[in-house]
C-alpha cells in the first residue's frame, strides 16, 4: 500500500499543480508505474471543477458558473492539457515531415493553428455544458475528466515514444497489464454515478480515440507529452458531445 501511496503521489505532482509530499530517489520505473493513476487524477480535477460549479450554481446563473468550474480545473493542472492541444494543433497542423512537427510542437510559443484549436475547445466545452441538465453537470464532469484520462493512458499502451527525450519520457514505457487495468477501473468506475444510457456517450470517446491514434501514428510514428494532454481535451469533449446528444 505504501508503494502504491507512493505512485499516486507522484502521478499527482505531475498532473497537477497540488502541493504533493516530496518523493526521494525515484526511479524511471516508478514514474512509468505512476501513470497507471492517471484516471484517478481526474477523480481530484473533475471532482474539484464540480464542486465549484456546485457552489456557483447556489449563486449564480448556470453560464458564469461553468466558466469559473471551467477555469479552476485549468488553474489546478496548470494548463497542462490545454498546453498539449495547443501545440500538438500547431505541430500536425502546421509541420509537413515528422521531424518539423515535432520541432514545432517543442517550440513554446502558440502558433495560428493552436491558438484556434484552443479557442474552439474552450468555447465547445462551454457551450456543450450549457446544454446539459445542471443537476448531471456536477457528475458528468468528474465522469468526463477521469475517462478523458484514461483515453491517454490507452495512447501510452498502445503506441510508442515518439521522441528520444522529453518532459514525458519518465512516464513513457507502456502500462504493465496490472496498470491497465488499474486505469480502466479509475477510468471507468465514475461512470456508475450517471444514468446507465450514459454509457452510450463513451461511442464518440471510442471514435475519437481512433482516429486520433491513428493520425498520431501516421504523422509522428507515436506519440509526445503534448499528444496525450491532446488526447485528453478532444475526448474530453467527445464524452461531451455524447452526452449532449443522448440527453440525460
Not at 58 to 63: F, K, R, S, T
Not at 152 to 177: F, T
Not at 210 to 222: D, E, I, P, Q, T
Request: with cysteine.
Amino acid at each position: 500500500m505504501s508503494q502504491q501511496l507512493r505512485l499516486v503521489i507522484l502521478a499527482l505532482a505531475y498532473f497537477t499543480r497540488l502541493p504533493m509530499p516530496q518523493q526521494h530517489n525515484v526511479t524511471a520505473e516508478e514514474w512509468a508505474k505512476a501513470a497507471r493513476y492517471l484516471p484517478l487524477t481526474g477523480w481530484l480535477v473533475g471532482g474539484w471543477a464540480a464542486l465549484v460549479l456546485y457552489v456557483g450554481l447556489q449563486y449564480l446563473p448556470v453560464g458564469p458558473a461553468i466558466v469559473l468550474s471551467m477555469l479552476s480545473s485549468i488553474l489546478l493542472t496548470g494548463a497542462l492539457h490545454e498546453d498539449g492541444l495547443a501545440d500538438s494543433a500547431d505541430g500536425l497542423g502546421g509541420g509537413w515531415s515528422t521531424e518539423q512537427a515535432l520541432t514545432i510542437m517543442k517550440d513554446s510559443r502558440i502558433g495560428s493553428y493552436g491558438a484556434i484549436a484552443l479557442v474552439i475547445a474552450l468555447l465547445l466545452k462551454f457551450n456543450l455544458l450549457s446544454s446539459m441538465e445542471p443537476e448531471y453537470l456536477p457528475l458528468v464532469l468528474i465522469a468526463a475528466h477521469a475517462v478523458s484520462r484514461l483515453a491517454a493512458l490507452m495512447v501510452m499502451s498502445s503506441q510508442r515514444y515518439a521522441r528520444e527525450e522529453g518532459k514525458a519520457q519518465a512516464l513513457a514505457s507502456p502500462p504493465s497489464i496490472a496498470g491497465l487495468l488499474t486505469g480502466l477501473l479509475f477510468g471507468l468506475l465514475p461512470m456508475l454515478l450517471l444514468p446507465v444510457q450514459a454509457w452510450l456517450a463513451l461511442l464518440p470517446v471510442l471514435l475519437v480515440w481512433v482516429w486520433f491514434s491513428l493520425k498520431l501514428k501516421r504523422r509522428l510514428g507515436g506519440y509526445t507529452g503534448d499528444c496525450l494532454g491532446a488526447m485528453q481535451q478532444l475526448t474530453e469533449l467527445a464524452f461531451y458531445l455524447g452526452i449532449v446528444i443522448i440527453s440525460i
